[in-house]
């Protein structure tokens, strides 16, 4: 990335001068599983297609509106939003905005044989922020600090995709993790809150059952009387006491929550969203889906691919 000087731009400093990136318009569907750039508009090219990404959002300098879903909020300078692939999104620009986009999909996080870090697992923590957050528009981090570690998190991005060397794909893969492990925690804050619980112990419980929904390991009660102190042979009555239904209940409407938020907010097929929840097969899947929500996953899909303008 680089100024109208030729020098490298590594810092978000809204006065720096900044080259403008104008393929956006041909990036509505990106076939690398990463791409980061800088794009100043003074107004929005309509979007006619579903995106098959996922796409971070920061705003350098400007101020208009965000919309998504036709429900609206005012950006500004310093703006942070995450938007699903399906999600439909326009910006009404009010002053020349500089957006800062992160697209980018599944894949970039896949590990190569020589990796000691597994990056696939981390990207399921995006699961529980796809399947907790309101998907209105706005602020997507609230707390000041985080905003903080975001933008030079958002700097080392910018700067090792400019530098781009053997090192530059993991630095990024840990650097977009540690972005998503802010963005969770926020969302996190804005679940209900913990005196809603007779003990603080169970929110927290409740907490790590979805962080972690997709390992079956860490959610099996074994683990989780261990983990936090319960005994084994009471869990069962503690859970239900405590959530008025089983944990076998609440592992299953999680994952259809979590089922519904991907038939909605994202492409990815059905068969795949029924193995990856640990679902026999998607006709299962969209069984239990009817049972709890009175449609399947096909009719939930097409109500949000009825938003999309054409």
């Given at each position: 990335?680089?100024?109208?000087?030729?020098?490298?731009?590594?810092?978000?400093?809204?006065?720096?001068?900044?080259?403008?990136?104008?393929?956006?318009?041909?990036?509505?569907?990106?076939?690398?599983?990463?791409?980061?750039?800088?794009?100043?508009?003074?107004?929005?090219?309509?979007?006619?297609?579903?995106?098959?990404?996922?796409?971070?959002?920061?705003?350098?300098?400007?101020?208009?509106?965000?919309?998504?879903?036709?429900?609206?909020?005012?950006?500004?300078?310093?703006?942070?939003?995450?938007?699903?692939?399906?999600?439909?999104?326009?910006?009404?620009?009010?002053?020349?905005?500089?957006?800062?986009?992160?697209?980018?999909?599944?894949?970039?996080?896949?590990?190569?044989?020589?990796?000691?870090?597994?990056?696939?697992?981390?990207?399921?923590?995006?699961?529980?922020?796809?399947?907790?957050?309101?998907?209105?528009?706005?602020e997507l981090i609230s707390n000041g600090a985080d905003k903080q570690h975001l933008v030079h998190l958002l700097e080392l991005l910018m700067y090792e995709n400019q530098r781009n060397d053997?090192?530059?794909?993991?630095?990024?893969?840990?650097?977009?993790?540690?972005?998503?492990?802010?963005?969770?925690?926020?969302?996190?804050?804005?679940?209900?809150?913990?005196?809603?619980?007779?003990?603080?112990?169970?929110?927290?419980?409740?907490?790590?059952?979805?962080?972690?929904?997709?390992?079956?390991?860490?959610?099996?009660?074994?683990?989780?009387?261990?983990?936090?102190?319960?005994?084994?042979?009471?869990?069962?009555?503690?859970?239900k006491r405590n959530a008025r239904e089983t944990y076998q209940e609440f592992i299953l409407r999680s994952k259809l929550k979590l089922a519904e938020a991907k038939a909605l907010y994202t492409d990815i097929p059905?068969?795949?969203?029924?193995?990856?929840?640990?679902?026999?097969?998607?006709?299962?899947?969209?069984?239990?889906?009817?049972?709890?929500?009175?449609?399947?996953?096909?009719?939930?899909?097409?109500?949000?691919?009825?938003?999309?303008?054409?």
């Open positions: 990335m680089v100024n109208k000087r030729g020098k490298a731009v590594t810092r978000l400093d809204t006065g720096c001068s900044m080259a403008v990136n104008m393929y956006f318009s041909s990036m509505e569907q990106i076939h690398e599983p990463f791409s980061i750039s800088v794009t100043e508009l003074d107004h929005w090219e309509k979007r006619n297609r579903r995106n098959n990404f996922f796409e971070l959002v920061y705003i350098l300098k400007g101020k208009g509106k965000q919309c998504v879903n036709y429900n609206q909020v005012p950006y500004q300078e310093g703006s942070f939003f995450l938007l699903p692939s399906s999600d439909c999104h326009l910006y009404d620009i009010t002053a020349t905005t500089t957006f800062l986009f992160i697209r980018f999909t599944a894949n970039f996080f896949s590990s190569d044989e020589e990796c000691v870090i597994d990056f696939g697992k981390w990207f399921c923590r995006l699961n529980f922020i796809i399947g907790n957050y309101n998907r209105l528009p706005g053997p090192h530059t794909r993991r630095i990024m893969q840990s650097t977009m993790v540690s972005i998503l492990e802010l963005i969770a925690r926020n969302v996190a804050t804005a679940l209900p809150p913990q005196s809603l619980y007779e003990e603080k112990k169970f929110a927290d419980l409740l907490l790590h059952v979805q962080y972690h929904l997709l390992d079956e390991e860490m959610i099996t009660p074994q683990f989780l009387s261990e983990r936090f102190h319960i005994a084994p042979t009471y869990f069962s009555e503690y859970f059905f068969k795949e969203i029924a193995y990856d929840l640990g679902f026999t097969d998607s006709s299962h899947l969209n069984k239990m889906m009817k049972r709890f929500y009175n449609k399947g996953m096909s009719a939930i899909r097409k109500s949000a691919m009825a938003d999309v303008p054409a």
